[in-house]
């Protein structure tokens, strides 16, 4: 069958720089597991796992150098690598241990399946999957379309009953995406970053504190800049998870549907006054994540969609919760409908304009919030957890998601270890908290 080669997408070439110029090539591995309170049949399971993977085309996405440029095509199914892990017997702590050295192995990318699966029985008996996939062609809601897809099958399959419908498949979204930059949407998002980075210069916040920038401009032997260091080829991370409990998420949803503000731009405003505080600044910036899955078939699919843009608030005093929250619930609308156009090339506005080096910027924070709940029909209690793979490209990355169903979220930081330390994550977490609380009682 002749190849049918595909240019790598925006989002693909970001990563794949992320781990060309990294000494830790598992960069782009994305970790994750299901557990829950319900006895699985290995040889179903199986069954079902071959299927899913034959449904959902981003699975056979090959990485080939053709004319020293790095290209994409969609192999024929190969069946899946799945494997069995059982931690009967085995402490919570030897588990986890396992399976984030699991997690540290580089997937495959030249010309090779980019996933590894097992089947997973957990020290308390429960049963579900490990998952370790390539960012390269899954983002985190296409892993939540994957498992709720796989259950699906595996419940149609032992109660002999109509398969689910079948995932969108990814290569005609890829083929759109690729035809992007000839259309008037381009020149309208193009427009619009142009107009929206048309504004002072950002400074540079650091979740350290503003002690980050007066060494970089001690090094630079520079009092003036406003920007800082963004990458590091020494890129081990560390991962640290923390919750936000049932009770405050309540409070949270409760606000933010009485006063038409989304949860995210909750927790983007606690996140940026926690800078604002240690850099002792009001004018803070940062990167927020995109999924681009507005519409049906987008959600529907797998394929690796996610963008990240600048978002840059600047409150005074003056500025109180509600009206914070609004304003950043404002600007994220406006970059949703914008967020198509390359990454790389709304950071060349700036970039340009400020005369900032290639390795320099103004945004080292990102945070991606995609609390999707994952539950099976017939209301079986499930637990997921991210695992971290020791590395990371960005200094700091806050992945906020859904736990278990229970109505409490996961607040997964990643950071890297020679730069940031757990004492500084645990108290921008309790901070953020507080904050939340209090602007919640006003």
Same mark, same amino acid.
């Given at each position: 069958?002749?190849?049918?080669?595909?240019?790598?997408?925006?989002?693909?070439?970001?990563?794949?720089?992320?781990?060309?110029?990294?000494?830790?090539?598992?960069?782009?591995?994305?970790?994750?597991?299901?557990?829950?309170?319900?006895?699985?049949?290995?040889?179903?399971?199986?069954?079902?796992?071959?299927?899913?993977?034959?449904?959902?085309?981003?699975?056979?996405?090959?990485? #080939?150098?053709?004319?020293?440029?790095?290209?994409?095509?969609?192999?024929?199914?190969?069946?899946?690598?799945?494997?069995?892990?059982?931690?009967?017997?085995?402490?919570?702590?030897?588990?986890?241990?396992?399976?984030?050295?699991?997690?540290?192995?580089?997937?495959? *990318?030249?010309?090779?399946?980019?996933?590894?699966?097992?089947?997973?029985?957990? *020290?308390?008996?429960?049963?579900?999957?490990?998952?370790?996939?390539?960012?390269?062609?899954?983002?985190?809601?296409?892993?939540?379309?994957?498992?709720?897809? #796989?259950?699906?099958?595996?419940?149609?399959?032992?109660?002999?009953?109509?398969?689910?419908?079948?995932?969108?498949?990814?290569?005609?979204?890829?083929?759109?995406?690729?035809?992007?930059?000839?259309?008037?949407?381009?020149?309208?998002?193009?427009?619009?970053?142009?107009?929206?980075?048309?504004?002072?210069?950002?400074?540079?916040?650091?979740?350290?504190?503003?002690?980050?920038?007066?060494?970089?401009?001690?090094?630079?032997?520079?009092?003036?800049?406003?920007?800082?260091?963004?990458?590091?080829?020494?890129?081990?991370?560390?991962?640290?998870?923390?919750?936000?409990?049932?009770?405050?998420?309540?409070?949270?949803?409760?606000?933010?549907?009485?006063?038409?503000?989304?949860?995210?731009?909750?927790?983007?405003?606690?996140?940026?006054?926690?800078?604002?505080?240690?850099? *002792?600044?009001?004018? #803070?910036?940062?990167?927020?994540?995109?999924?681009?899955?507005?519409?049906?078939?987008?959600?529907?699919?797998?394929?690796?969609?996610?963008?990240?843009?600048?978002?840059?608030?600047?409150?005074?005093?003056?500025?109180?919760?509600?009206?914070?929250?609004?304003?950043?619930?404002?600007?994220?609308?406006?970059?949703?409908?914008?967020?198509?156009?390359?990454?790389?090339? #709304?950071?060349?506005?700036?970039?340009?304009?400020?005369?900032?080096?290639?390795?320099?910027?103004?945004?080292?924070?990102?945070?991606?919030?995609?609390?999707?709940?994952?539950?099976?029909?017939?209301?079986?209690?499930?637990?997921?957890?991210?695992?971290?793979?020791?590395?990371?490209?960005?200094?700091?990355?806050?992945?906020?998601?859904?736990?278990?169903?229970?109505?409490?979220?996961?607040?997964?930081?990643?950071?890297?270890?020679?730069?940031?330390?757990?004492?500084?994550?645990?108290?921008?977490?309790?901070?953020?908290?507080?904050?939340?609380?209090?602007?919640?009682?006003?």
């Amino acid at each position: 069958m002749d190849k049918k080669y595909y240019d790598l997408t925006a989002a693909q070439k970001i990563l794949f720089v992320s781990q060309k110029y990294t000494i830790y090539k598992q960069v782009n591995n994305i970790c994750t597991s299901v557990l829950m309170d319900k006895e699985l049949d290995y040889n179903i399971m199986k069954q079902a796992v071959d299927i899913a993977y034959k449904r959902n085309d981003a699975f056979r996405i090959r990485v #080939v150098e053709v004319d020293k440029e790095a290209k994409q095509y969609f192999a024929e199914h190969e069946e899946p690598y799945l494997s069995y892990l059982s931690f009967t017997g085995i402490s919570d702590e030897d588990m986890d241990k396992k399976l984030h050295k699991l997690a540290k192995k580089k997937v495959s *990318n030249f010309g090779k399946q980019m996933s590894r699966i097992y089947f997973l029985r957990s *020290n308390d008996n429960r049963c579900g999957l490990f998952f370790v996939v390539s960012h390269f062609i899954m983002d985190s809601w296409a892993i939540t379309t994957f498992y709720k897809d #796989v259950f699906a099958v595996y419940e149609a399959i032992k109660n002999s009953t109509e398969m689910p419908k079948p995932l969108y498949p990814y290569e005609k979204l890829l083929k759109e995406e690729l035809h992007y930059k000839k259309t008037a949407h381009y020149l309208k998002d193009l427009a619009f970053w142009e107009e929206e980075l048309d504004a002072s210069e950002p400074i540079y916040t650091h979740v350290n504190g503003a002690i980050e920038l007066e060494k970089y401009r001690k090094k630079k032997n520079d009092d003036s800049l406003r920007y800082g260091p963004f990458f590091t080829f020494f890129s081990n991370a560390n991962n640290t998870m923390l919750p936000f409990p049932k009770d405050l998420v309540d409070k949270m949803e409760e606000y933010c549907t009485e006063n038409k503000i989304t949860m995210q731009s909750v927790v983007l405003l606690a996140l940026r006054s926690y800078l604002a505080k240690v850099n *002792n600044v009001d004018d #803070v910036s940062m990167y927020t994540i995109v999924a681009r899955r507005g519409k049906l078939k987008e959600k529907n699919t797998g394929g690796s969609r996610v963008h990240y843009f600048p978002l840059r608030t600047i409150f005074s005093e003056e500025d109180d919760f509600k009206s914070s929250s609004e304003f950043i619930r404002n600007k994220l609308s406006s970059i949703f409908k914008h967020a198509n156009i390359n990454p790389r090339e #709304v950071a060349q506005i700036t970039n340009e304009k400020f005369d900032v080096p290639q390795l320099g910027t103004y945004f080292i924070g990102m945070m991606t919030f995609q609390p999707v709940k994952l539950q099976l029909t017939d209301g079986t209690r499930i637990e997921t957890k991210w695992y971290g793979n020791g590395a990371i490209a960005t200094p700091f990355y806050l992945t906020v998601m859904d736990g278990d169903a229970s109505g409490g979220l996961k607040f997964y930081y990643e950071y890297h270890k020679n730069r940031v330390n757990e004492d500084t994550i645990k108290k921008l977490h309790e901070f953020m908290i507080d904050y939340i609380e209090e602007g919640i009682k006003e």
